[in-house]
């Protein structure tokens, strides 16, 4: 399974990115899909996460901010982000997995990350 991560880029704080994901080569459906983040020093962590039902779960910091989304039949999921602030900087990652797992999640597959930088 191959999952390839863009639109990562340098933005000032308040403004909006939005991250997508393309995922190929899964053989069962991936229930579960989110994006999680590592900043310098720091554990990865689950921004948010979406089920193929739709079903939509955020981290604390990033509610009201950010949203996922997905589309099925493409195989996609991308996170909108909106007011992003200086510590939203991190590498992100899009996973996937066909399990959902709603607490704690740590999923099966990984992208290679997309670096989001916000300055201040």
């Known amino acids: 399974v191959q999952l390839q991560a863009s639109g990562g880029g340098l933005v000032q704080a308040g403004g909006s990115l939005t991250l997508s994901c393309q995922i190929s080569g899964n053989t069962v459906p991936l229930n579960h899909m989110g994006w999680y983040r590592q900043a310098p020093g720091k554990q990865r962590e689950l921004v948010a996460s979406?089920?193929?039902?739709?079903?939509?779960d955020y981290a604390e910091f990033v509610k009201d901010r950010f949203t996922i989304s997905r589309d099925n039949a493409k195989n996609t999921v991308h996170l909108q982000m909106n007011n992003l602030r200086p510590d939203d900087t991190a590498v992100y990652y899009c996973?996937?997995?066909?399990?959902?797992?709603?607490?704690?999640?740590?999923?099966?597959?990984w992208g290679k990350g997309t670096l989001v930088t916000v300055s201040s």
């Open positions: 996973a996937a997995d066909p399990v959902v797992v709603l607490v704690n999640p740590w999923m099966d597959y």
């Open positions: 979406i089920t193929s039902g739709g079903r939509s």
